[in-house]
């Protein structure tokens, strides 16, 4: 219960630059108090105590502006930003590492029993006045953009925008390749999307897919020489401090040509 309570506190500095210390995250912020006091009434709901299960709920949509049926199923490290007008329904279920902003809806379109609001994969992000309606999964790493209305399931790793929502991007093995190298690096890889018309981000790309290669060919390199009684301690790429390290160094490449 501890270990979740602190994940659920420490997702919000990977998510929200504005937080200061977990101090201020717990006294302050409704989406963390929604989700704690959440957690509280699926257990009651689990126990059958289901009308003081409703009643906690209500409390806690009272105090937060957030309603989340205690019959919802949430995994860990979710996170509700600014959070007014979230709406998540019975029979919800939402995936790990979830975020979810102000005035989204996780509805039904249905008034006959059983499972009828939608399923969230893991690292689903849905923007602020989106509607996700019916049974319907949302593939893990999914996007959904601010104000859709999504009637349809989604692809893992596709970004919808729109009313009705449509698709209008999905992630590629080798943007995938490229976020992997990049945070092995130790920067973040702003030119990993395709439909980026910036040269640099073009560059960029072009240098993660070599990386990529190399780093791949590295490997296979080390365990023939671990097989040969070698050593290859040390040889690991290493993180870099500075994530500019990489643009400065092509910037003096192009002054010295």
Known sequence: ????????????????????????????YPGVHAVLMHRLSHKLWGWGLKWLARIFSNFARWVTGIEIHPGAIIGRRFFIDHGMGVVIGETAIIGDDCTLYHGVTLGGTTWNKGKRHPTLG?????????????????????????????????????????????????????????????????FDAYGSTNDMPDPVAKAINCMLDHIHVMDHEMQVMYKTIEKMGGETKGLEIEELEDCEIIPAVIEERDNKS
Do not use: W, Y
């Open 122 to 186: 893991d690292n689903v992000v849905v923007g602020a006045g989106a509607k996700i309606l019916g049974p319907i999964f949302i593939g893990h790493g999914g996007r959904i953009g601010s104000n859709a209305v999504v009637l349809k399931e989604v692809p893992a790793d596709s970004t919808v925008v729109g009313v009705p929502g449509r698709i209008v991007s999905q992630i590629t093995e080798k943007d995938k390749n490229r976020e992997h190298i990049a945070r092995k690096m130790g």
């Open 1 to 28: 219960m501890f270990s979740q309570l602190k994940e659920d506190i420490n997702c919000v500095f990977e998510r929200d630059p504005s937080a200061r210390n977990m101090f201020d995250v717990f006294t302050t």
